[in-house]
Nanobody, 127 residues
């Protein structure tokens, strides 16, 4: 499975961006696809994930982005999106998408739960 993240850029505070994560290879709509982000000098942290019905279903967001970010999925295009609204300077980071065929709801925030990672796309929010 190969993941390609794109859509990052420079945006002013309060603005919006939409990130895309395109999957290729042995992918399945049953895979959970998550977004993480990593600011300079910081650990990679969980942003959100869409979990397949097979593994509990639903979309989970980190508290820091709840109500501002939305994950959606286009299975026909094998692409997962992260719509980011009301962006803040503290959202500045490299954003990564990750996928797993077997992550469960109790473990979605852990990077080690994911088998496949995209290369990251930089989001910079200016104040």
């Amino acid at each position: 499975v190969q993941l390609q993240a794109s859509g990052g850029g420079l945006v002013q505070a309060g603005g919006s961006l939409r990130l895309s994560c395109a999957a290729s290879g042995r992918t399945s709509s049953s895979y959970a696809v998550a977004w993480f982000r990593q600011a300079p000098g910081m650990d990679r942290v969980f942003v959100g994930v869409g979990v397949s019905n097979r593994h509990g279903g639903g979309i989970v967001y980190a508290d820091s982005v709840k109500g501002r970010f939305t994950i959606s999925r286009d299975n026909a295009r094998n692409t997962v999106y992260l719509q980011m609204n009301s962006l803040r300077p503290e959202d500045t980071a490299v954003y990564y998408c990750a996928a797993s065929p077997s992550v469960i709801l109790s473990n979605v925030a852990s990077p080690v739960a994911y088998d496949y990672w995209g290369q990251g796309t930089l989001v910079t929010v200016s104040s």
